[in-house]
């Protein structure tokens, strides 16, 4: 199980870094580092974890169950 845990949490980290945006200006530079500094910190990732593991009872493909395990993240933050 920590297996699972910890790889979970390395293809979310991934998963997250290619899907939040990089700050590409001084106007929405401390906006985009707030957002990143937020999901990519550690954390334990335990609702990843829940996601991906139910999802591949069901055969759904990782790479969409990553994006969902994502959303899941991005909204535990932001609350």
């Not at 700050?23 to 550690?42: C, F, H, K, V």
């Not at 334990?44 to 996601?51: A, H, I, Q, S």
């Not at 990782?62 to 395990?69: C, E, F, K, N």
Request: hydrophobic content about 45%; charged content about 20%.
């Amino acid at each position: 199980m920590l297996a699972g845990l910890s790889a979970a949490a390395a293809d979310l980290g991934e998963t997250l870094d290619d899907i939040l945006p990089r700050p590409n200006g001084q106007i929405e530079q401390r906006l985009y580092q707030a957002m990143r500094y937020s999901t990519l910190g550690d954390g334990k990732r335990l609702r990843p974890f829940l996601v991906l593991s139910s999802a591949s009872l069901f055969k759904v493909s990782r790479r969409s169950a990553l994006r969902v395990a994502a959303a899941v993240e991005m909204v535990h933050s932001y609350s």
